[in-house]
């Protein structure tokens, strides 16, 4: 989402990084660029103002005229400014100290509540709970058949019932209590516009459940407009945070960078992508880092550990630190980074790595191809790659629907791949291949 938006920074940002010193007209020049790049960026006029009289008083102050480094602590100032306009730490959710927790979510029609709803309950459920889904929107009759059916694929419970929406919420929470559940996630209807039958029914449901946090559903692909719906259902409902749903697609993202400034109330929640276990605390220091091409290093480590357990990174581990590399390894370390995201995400949260990558198309349908031809090999071959020869690789290519070709460039591949572990192992830094350009 804020690609755009953070090469602008990254390059008005870089300028500044290469000069000794710092006057006022060269800090007056770089903040009237990034004033402008923000606004490209949809981000509130007033959040903009306030943003780049902050860094511009902080970049003329004795931190920057004093530092060796100038550039460099503007670059700071930048990133602790984002991370502030964002919400400075991030906000997580509260659950109640006798169960079960009402979570409730509210949001305009199509802003993507229903399916929110099911995410937020995987969520918790591999956080060890145990939620319930309540099927309260009964405004759209798809809504309910869709959270049955996101319910039965995340293996929960939904809730429904007829007639008024206060009732169906109210006999939901019931119902939790007597299974025992400790969590329950009421999805509420929503219209096309805001209007008073809607903010009433949800004042309504509010008050009979008295939830212990209600989250505002905003399509972060509306841009400002999610701010000013923010701001009308502020004036109405009491809403804790902001669940952001379309995160990862190519809006210009001045809602992330509003709301908070906005409405005072955080993002708590951010939605990564279309499936369903990509669904996200939002950390407002790592954002700015992703935004400023800092990389994301601590998320992509919680995403590590989430992909496999213990014991098996401890073996991969193991086997990597030994130089040994089989195509069973390969197919492990593959489906790990599978659930992690998008193999071009995972790299972007690597330091360094976003201007790298700027240029560089990974096909996720190659990967695909790669399982595939790994999958078409017996368990004798995966163990004991050298046994493949020339009769074998044809059988694997037809197998996979490959080619003889691509299935030589899979071996090749891990034979490099071992060879750079070993080099490893041994204190040696290998140097890194460039693949993917096209």
């Given amino acids: 989402m804020f690609d755009a938006l953070g090469d602008k920074l990254q390059s008005i940002l870089g300028g500044l990084r290469s000069r000794g010193t710092l006057d006022e007209e060269t800090v007056s020049k770089a903040m009237r660029e990034i004033r402008l790049a923000l606004l490209e960026a949809d981000v509130n006029l007033a959040v903009v103002k306030e943003f780049t009289s902050a860094v511009k008083e902080r970049a003329l102050g004795q931190e920057v005229t004093k530092s060796l ?10 990133h602790e400014e984002l991370t502030r306009l964002m919400g400075s730490s991030d906000s997580r959710l509260a659950f109640a100290g006798r169960p079960p927790t009402v979570i409730l979510l509210a949001g305009l029609q199509g802003s993507g509540k229903t399916t929110a709803a099911a995410k937020l ?3 918790l459920r591999r956080e060890g709970k145990s939620p319930l889904l309540v099927a309260a929107d009964l405004q759209r009759p798809a809504a309910i058949t869709q959270l049955q059916q996101l319910g039965r694929q995340i293996q929960l419970p939904v ?13 939901g929470v019931e119902s939790a209590r007597a299974q025992g559940r400790d969590a329950v996630i009421i999805d509420t209807a929503g219209r096309l516009h805001l209007d008073d039958e809607l903010m009433e029914q949800l004042v309504r449901i509010h008050q009979a ?5 209600v989250l505002l559903v905003l399509d972060a692909m509306t841009g400002q407009q999610a701010v000013d719906v923010a701001l009308a259902f502020h004036d109405r409902v009491a809403f804790d945070g902001v669940l952001l749903t379309k995160l990862d697609g190519d809006a210009r993202g001045g809602a992330a960078l509003s709301v908070k400034a906005v409405t005072g109330k955080p993002i708590k929640l951010a939605s990564v992508g279309e499936k369903l276990d990509q669904l996200e605390v939002f950390h407002p220091d790592r954002m700015a880092s992703r935004i400023l091409g800092m990389g994301d290093v601590l998320t992509l480590i919680e995403k590590a550990e989430a992909a496999a357990s213990e014991d098996e990174q401890k073996e991969m581990e193991a086997r990597l630190m030994a130089g040994e590399l089989n195509f069973d390894d390969f197919l492990t370390s593959y489906r790990m980074m599978r659930k992690m995201g998008s193999f071009k995400s995972l790299l972007s949260m690597i330091p360094g790595m976003g201007k790298e990558l700027k240029d560089v198309d990974v096909d ?3 990967l695909r191809r790669v399982e595939a031809m790994i999958l078409s090999m017996t368990p004798r071959e995966r163990q004991l790659p050298h046994v493949i020869d020339g009769s074998r690789r044809r059988r694997i290519a037809n197998g996979s629907g490959a080619t003889v070709q691509q299935v030589n460039q899979l071996l090749s591949a891990r034979k490099q791949m071992q060879r750079m572990m070993r080099q490893m192992t041994k204190g040696k830094m290998p140097t890194l291949p460039v693949a993917g350009r096209r």
Avoid: C, N, S, Y
Avoid at 160 to 171: I, K, T, Y
């Fill in 69 to 78: 480094t100038p550039g460099q602590q503007v670059v700071k100032i930048v």
């Fill in 121 to 123: 309950g995987l969520m």
């Fill in 159 to 171: 809730f429904r019932g007829d007639g008024d929406p206060v009732a169906v919420a109210l006999a």
């Fill in 209 to 213: 459940v008295k939830p212990h946090d």
């Fill in 364 to 366: 996720e349908r190659e």
